[in-house]
């Protein structure tokens, strides 16, 4: 009985003590660990097929050959359990991993830099409350001379700025707060901007749309043809937040950004971040270009094809039903100044994210196997040329690329 009270004495002095705080700010450090985690869908990346999550194994597919996620368990021999504070920033930061080695920027330390010290801390600090994995990966994969890491001594000198996120003292807190989010964390321009030959990013067309393992992430700025400008904040965060609004659905790598990452995060994240790509390019509204004409061949050939194929689901007048089959009149992804994603979506169909507040998933059969790489083209013309769109041309040989690209995989 004596034992007991002194224990329960001992306890409510510790409870009141330096120590019950430590303890409290190690919780709520690896709490918010966890959360930042999913708004950088470290995850994603980092689970190869038939391993645990963070395990690695995950094949990515660059211009410049193959590079395969590492594990960041906590296994000591085989993933960052040995790792110290210093080691985790530097990789964050400055792409460097331990002993000093050089990472590839496949892992995106040019959009983690700006994360903060105290973030990429609490980021490590979850990662090592989770279940250790002893799985060994060979990152690079790469031929010669690409497998140099050394070589990216000049590759940095020309593509990285490191630096934390600087808040713009003229802006608002939520808008900084979405900078935040989307230049770092989030690495949004990783996929959303072009590349330059080297594979670093266009930083004067940042956010206008980036080609990545055969899809066009589009563009998100504020441009009203090509990007998002005509939706609201709120179709914004509905779309991170379930994968569809009343414009379109999420499917591809996108979809497995929204499950991973976007769906779990809060409101006012989601909001921050809608805020401030609402700003990206506001002032800068390029002219519309002009529609192919109907009696271009393609645009008759295109007419038929869509008719036979496409109107049932997307109806003649090219509105879909929301949150069912996405409208493709005034579409700005069936705009975009790349095709890629949209003759993908026709050869080989598509099924839309599946969310708890979002379940049903639609999906599109795929078309490959019924239209020749002529009729691909010319439907796919037609849809980005009629009922108010505008946009290139599709060419059969890009159908082709793509067509023969997807049965090697």
């Not at 966890?34 to 980092?46: I, P, Q, R, S």
């Not at 914004?236 to 979809?255: F, R």
């Not at 099924?351 to 196997?369: E, H, I, L, Q, Y």
Request: hydrophobic letters at 40%; glycine letters at 10%.
């Amino acid at each position: 009985m004596f034992r007991t009270l002194l224990a329960a004495a001992v306890f409510t002095s510790l409870a009141g003590s330096a120590f019950a705080q430590d303890v409290t700010q190690s919780f709520s450090q690896i709490e918010r660990g966890g959360y930042l985690a999913k708004a950088g869908d470290c995850v994603a990346c980092h689970t190869g097929p038939g391993q645990q999550p963070y395990a690695g194994g995950l094949a990515l597919e660059t211009p410049f050959g193959k590079i395969v996620s590492p594990n960041i368990t906590p296994d000591s021999e085989t993933g960052i359990g040995a790792w110290t504070d210093d080691e985790f920033v530097a990789a964050m930061h400055d792409g460097r991993g331990r002993n000093g080695k050089r990472l590839y920027p496949a892992m995106p330390y040019p959009a983690y830099t700006k994360v903060s010290r105290a973030d990429a801390l609490a980021i490590f600090a979850y990662l090592k409350t989770i279940q250790p994995v002893r799985h060994a990966v060979e990152s690079n994969q790469l031929p010669f001379p690409f497998n140099i890491r050394q070589s990216l001594v000049f590759w940095n000198a020309l593509n990285f700025t490191p630096g934390e996120f600087k808040p713009d003292p003229k802006k608002s807190a939520e808008w900084n707060r979405g900078a935040y989010l989307v230049e770092g964390l989030a690495h949004c321009g990783t996929c959303h901007t072009p590349k330059n030959i080297l594979g670093g990013d266009k930083t004067s067309e940042a956010y206008t749309g980036g080609t990545l393992q055969d899809w066009f992430a589009p563009d998100i700025t504020a441009n009203k043809h090509t990007g998002i400008g005509d939706w609201g904040v709120e179709d914004i965060v509905k779309y991170l937040k379930t994968g569809a609004n009343d414009y379109t659905l999420a499917s591809g790598p996108m979809s497995e950004e929204i499950v991973h990452s976007s769906s779990g995060m809060n409101d006012g994240d989601l909001k921050a971040i809608a805020v401030y790509l609402k700003g990206i390019n506001a002032d800068k509204q390029p002219p519309k270009p002009a529609p192919l004409p109907a009696s271009d061949k393609h645009m008759v050939a295109g007419a038929a094809i869509y008719k036979d194929n496409c109107a049932a689901c997307h109806l003649d007048s090219g509105e879909g039903a929301p949150k069912i089959f996405p409208s493709l009149a005034a579409s700005t992804l069936v705009q975009s100044r790349e095709p890629t994603t949209l003759i993908r979506l026709v050869l080989e169909g598509s099924r839309a994210v599946s969310t708890k507040d979002a379940v049903t998933a639609p999906a599109m059969p795929a078309f490959g196997w019924r239209l020749t790489d002529e009729q691909a083209a010319s439907v796919l013309t037609y849809i980005r040329n009629t009922w108010g769109n505008a946009a290139a041309p599709v060419d059969a040989g890009a159908v082709a690329k793509m067509r023969k690209r997807s049965a090697g995989n």
